[in-house]
């Protein structure tokens, strides 16, 4: 996943947005959709266009396997999960068995990210002292290297098109949600906002939507430009990051697509880490309490 498309899509957005339960709760939604008439109605003549999104959605959210020798789609990107970031989605745990669980997966990416975020945050206090700098230009470029060759030594065979595929087909769930005609009209959900959409849908079906839903659509697209960043930077030929291209990274443009401070608070509500607030407590000792 480090090619320099800019159109690409990274397989972080669809496990952001898969952690929320919209996949779950349009599983029920369908099935029921499928097998009675209790949640949603709809008519050939009336409903055509509607209909016809959903068949789509089903047949491509949940397909069958089209191989013997291939587990099922849904198997092979939870497999891509734990190869790529040592990730699995809570409650699919079962679904990774030995043939799906390689030993190859990437188990030291998360504590990398959280060690890239946390020397950013001390370059950008640096700006405001002229002593004791603690931030490391260098350290960081070479963690940001690291983290970027890890990524890409992971992303062969069918890495790519498994990020592309759910991009899009999650992308179709998201605007399911966003449909006035299908929430409101048809399913009588009244909640405004995706993700309080998402969750009043999730609590009709009975079905377990998370309750940062919102923040974790803040990362799904934070985060794929933030990891695509690191690595079209890492995988230009014989350069990479260096101290001066790192440091670009605590002041960066508005065309890498992302914002450190949307990033930090996102993170800090989905996993209660912290990497500026710890930043800010290395400056004041190890007993420091810095509130968020």
Do not use: C
Not at 28 to 41: G, H, N
Not at 57 to 64: K, T
Not at 275 to 285: E, H, V
């Amino acid at each position: 996943m480090s090619s320099s498309n800019p159109n690409r899509h990274h397989l972080i957005w669809s496990y952001f947005v898969e952690s929320t339960g919209i996949v779950e709760v349009f599983r029920a939604l369908f099935k029921s959709y499928l097998e009675s008439d209790d949640m949603l109605k709809l008519n050939h003549a009336d409903d055509s266009v509607m209909i016809n999104r959903i068949k789509e959605s089903i047949n491509n959210n949940f397909p069958i396997p089209s191989s013997s020798i291939s587990p099922d789609p849904e198997g092979l990107r939870y497999n891509a999960y734990w190869r790529l970031f040592g990730y699995v989605i809570h409650g699919k745990e079962s679904i990774l068995t030995p043939e799906l669980k390689p030993s190859s997966s990437n188990m030291d990416f998360n504590s990398n990210l959280e060690k890239i975020l946390y020397e950013i945050f001390q370059i950008i206090l640096d700006k405001d002292i002229t002593i004791e700098k603690l931030g490391n230009p260098s350290g960081l470029a070479l963690l940001l290297n690291d983290l970027g060759k890890q990524l890409h030594n992971r992303t062969y065979n069918q890495i790519e098109d498994v990020a592309e595929y759910w991009y899009l087909n999650f992308k179709a769930l998201r605007e399911f949600i966003k449909d006035d005609d299908l929430m409101v009209k048809r399913l009588n959900v009244r909640s405004t906002g995706e993700d309080q959409r998402l969750i009043e849908l999730g609590e009709r079906l009975k079905v377990p939507v998370a309750l940062k839903t919102v923040y974790l659509f803040v990362l799904a697209e934070q985060m794929q430009n933030f990891l695509k960043k690191i690595e079209d930077t890492t995988a230009i030929s014989g350069t990479g990051w260096d101290s001066t291209t790192a440091t670009m990274l605590s002041d960066p443009h508005p065309e890498f697509g992302f914002d450190l401070q949307e990033i930090d608070n996102a993170w800090f509500q989905v996993t209660g880490k912290d990497p500026k607030a710890d930043a800010i407590a290395a400056r004041r000792g190890p007993t420091a309490v810095v509130p968020h």
